[in-house]
């Protein structure tokens, strides 16, 4: 103990020497949700060859971007309530530099263009028309991102404009005829690589709440929320309704939880149940999930329901894991 303790002033800062390790154990790549599997592969090109894991998040995260299919991120995402699809992203890599984008309308690669913000401005985060400038004037194309598939959804939204985020009871992405905002009207994809350096960067890309109000922002873009990386320790994201993760700071918390000693599983259950502890009634009816990767190549996730699931590519696997939650 040492004499801070001894005064009873602050709590230990743990040691994190119990994360030390001689040989990295990278490289890999997880990321939420069944869909993320396409974007490990995509990151895995890039690890394979000795790339970064910077670049890797970026290219598997613009794979997802550009899948029209996937109406939660990038082009073809459900717009808000006034039929805008307005997108955000961050991206942290293994020193701390970070860059975010929110409310970005026309672009396809917000998570480029947020890695833009971090490495071509003096700033972190970019907003709305702003960011739109900032993206036109990087060379990124604009694009009508509204796709007949997301348009026809929220036509069909606005004759009950019932704003209701749902839970995410099973993964319909990929099923043939998913619901028009129904339980995947918030998912997000969060991705975390470690390189053959064992650095760690991670990014986050959504288009938020289906059908939310205009000018919304979740958490996928606030760094310490929506994701977190301190490659001293390990990295964090998370998924689902992204007001309660801006309470409780999730990500943030749950890699502070892993310099504590937590495992990345234990981690994201704690950050779950502070969500529980802090909405009991609210955290019954909606979906929060979170992942984690810690330096030594450990990872795990947590989520309040049933339905999150998550990917994990390494050398010798490739593979959705479903998430343990905590409403049975
Ligand atoms: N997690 C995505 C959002 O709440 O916008």
């Known amino acids: 103990m040492n004499r801070r303790n001894f005064l009873g ?3 230990a800062i743990p040691s994190i020497n119990h994360l030390e390790f001689a040989k990295p154990p990278g490289p890999m790549v997880i990321s939420t949700w069944d869909f993320g599997k396409v974007a490990n592969n995509q990151s895995w090109k890039v690890l394979s060859a000795g790339g970064s894991s910077l670049d890797a998040v970026e290219k598997g995260i613009n794979i997802i971007e550009e899948d029209e ?3 939660t991120v990038g082009i073809g995402g459900l717009p808000d309530r006034e039929g805008h699809v307005t997108l955000d992203a961050c991206i942290m890599d293994h020193e701390s530099n970070c860059g975010s984008v929110m409310g970005l309308e026309n672009i396809v690669n917000v998570i480029s263009v947020a890695r833009k913000v971090m490495e071509k401005t003096p700033h972190v985060i970019l907003v709305g028309d702003g960011a739109l400038q900032f993206a036109v004037d990087q060379g990124f194309k604009k694009v009508n991102l ?11 939204w606005l004759k009950t404009s019932k704003y209701e985020p749902k839970m995410n009871i ?4 990929y099923k043939k005829d998913p619901m028009p905002g129904g339980p995947d009207n918030h998912d997000t994809i969060g991705l975390i690589a470690m390189d053959a350096k064992g650095n760690i960067s991670g990014g986050c890309s959504t288009s938020g709440m289906a059908y939310k109000m205009r000018g919304r922002v979740g958490d996928s873009p606030v760094i310490g929320a929506g ?3 301190d490659n001293e320790v390990g990295a964090a994201t ?7 993760v801006i309470r409780c700071v999730g990500s943030h918390l749950v890699v502070e939880l892993m310099r504590q000693g937590y495992t ?8 779950v149940m502070r969500i529980v502890k802090k909405s009991p009634a609210k955290s019954k009816n909606i979906q929060v999930g979170f992942l984690a990767l810690n330096r030594k190549g450990e990872y795990g996730a947590y989520a309040l329901q049933k339905g999150f699931s998550y990917a994990v590519k390494t050398s010798n696997a490739d593979i959705v894991i479903p998430g343990k939650y905590y409403y049975q």
Do not use: M, Y
């Open 238 to 244: 998370s998924t689902g309704v992204g007001e309660e």
């Open 146 to 156: 509204l796709t007949p598939k997301s348009e026809k959804a929220w036509r069909e």
């Open 227 to 229: 994701l977190f990386v």
């Open 69 to 71: 299919n996937n109406q």
């Open 9 to 11: 002033i602050l709590p």
């Open 170 to 173: 099973e993964n319909q992405l």
């Open 264 to 271: 990345p599983e234990d981690a994201c259950k704690e950050a």
